[in-house]
């Protein structure tokens, strides 16, 4: 398990899709080579398990702990840091995961806000990330800001006020949406330690000129390697080099939006890129028509 004082994390973090078989059963035996396509061609070295992209929400709190445990076992001495995501909308379910999550050495958690009762206020919230937090004490916690999809509209930089006092374990937030005041004014009331990722892969190059850290995102699987340029670029100050990787894969989702773009589609299309056999999105996503995902996979291509 991570320590207090664990690395802290940096850079590109994939957030991984679930492999499953076509059956639609997890399959586990797709982690091992996944980590490695991450490691070889991406150059991405952290993944966030469970989340949005890994339709978290979609499985069992059994199969997530089969998931969490078989990443972070073929991760070992490989990735840098799995992160597991293990919101719920039951809090025992999220402090179940939680736990398990420590106990097979996960580098640290996330938790979305739940969002079929959702919390009033930031202060309801942040209540509901502390009894998950307590749970694996000393394990980093991360808390996973997407209002898009939770219709949890509270401000981030209000859940975060005075946060360290109920959660002496947190280490930063996940921020994907899309209002960098709401990013900005996070990053301005930060700590050294917190990490402040940011998830909205189209516009990662203006949350960097705002100070994120690094990036958890779905195109990272298949665009890594191009978003680990973008990242170089923008440290060392070549700008217009950084603004022309981001224009590219604006375009590529751009395009890829016009096609209709979900979470379904992307699992396809990271494996046509990929050669890694995924499986079908578990319902109630559906599967997309494969003539779809080859027309977005060849604007991939030509970005790579
Ligand atoms: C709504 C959604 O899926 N957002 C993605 C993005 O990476 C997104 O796919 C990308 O910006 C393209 O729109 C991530 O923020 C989600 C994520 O990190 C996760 O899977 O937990």
Redesign the pocket.
């Known amino acids: 398990m991570a320590s207090p004082g664990s690395k802290k994390l940096t850079g590109l973090?994939a957030?991984?899709f679930t492999p499953l078989t076509p059956e639609g059963e997890i399959n586990l035996a797709m982690i091992g080579p996944y980590i490695d396509f991450l490691l070889e061609k991406q150059g991405v070295r952290n993944v966030?398990v469970n989340?949005?992209?890994?339709e978290?929400m979609s499985f069992s709190v059994e199969e997530r702990k089969r998931l969490a445990e078989e990443w972070c076992q073929r991760g070992k001495g490989k990735l840098e840091q799995v992160i597991v995501?293990v919101g719920c909308m039951s809090l025992k379910d999220s402090q179940d995961l939680a736990r398990h999550a420590a106990e097979v050495g996960a580098d640290g958690i996330?938790v979305?806000a739940p969002s079929f009762f959702k919390p009033s206020d930031a202060d309801a919230l942040r209540q509901f990330l502390q009894e998950v937090a307590a749970t694996a004490q000393g394990l980093p916690f991360y808390y996973?800001h997407?209002p898009?999809?939770t219709g949890v509209n509270l401000r981030a930089r209000d859940v975060v006020e005075g946060i360290e006092k109920c959660i002496p374990s947190f280490h930063g937030l996940?921020f994907?949406g899309q209002d960098l005041l709401d990013f900005g004014q996070c990053v301005s009331y930060s700590q050294p330690h917190w990490s402040l990722l940011y998830?909205?892969?189209?516009?990662l190059l203006a949350a960097l000129a705002l100070g994120a850290n690094g990036a958890?995102?779905?195109?990272?699987n298949y665009l890594g390697s191009k978003v680990n340029s973008l990242l170089s670029a923008f440290d060392k100050g070549e700008l217009s080099q950084a603004r022309n990787l981001q224009f590219q894969v604006q375009d590529v989702?751009s395009y890829?939006?016009k096609q209709g773009?979900?979470?379904a589609v992307?699992k396809q299309l990271m494996s046509e890129v990929s050669g890694l056999a995924l499986g079908p999105p578990r319902l109630p996503l559906k599967p997309c028509p494969h003539p779809r995902i080859l027309s977005i996979a060849q604007k991939v291509q030509q970005v790579l």
Do not use: C, P, R, W
Not at 199 to 203: K, L, R, S
Not at 216 to 220: D, E, F, N, P
């Open positions: 973090v957030a991984t966030f989340g949005t992209t890994g978290g995501h996330a979305i996973y997407i898009a999809l996940k994907s998830g909205m892969d189209e516009q958890v995102g779905s195109t990272y989702l890829a939006v773009f979900d979470v992307n």
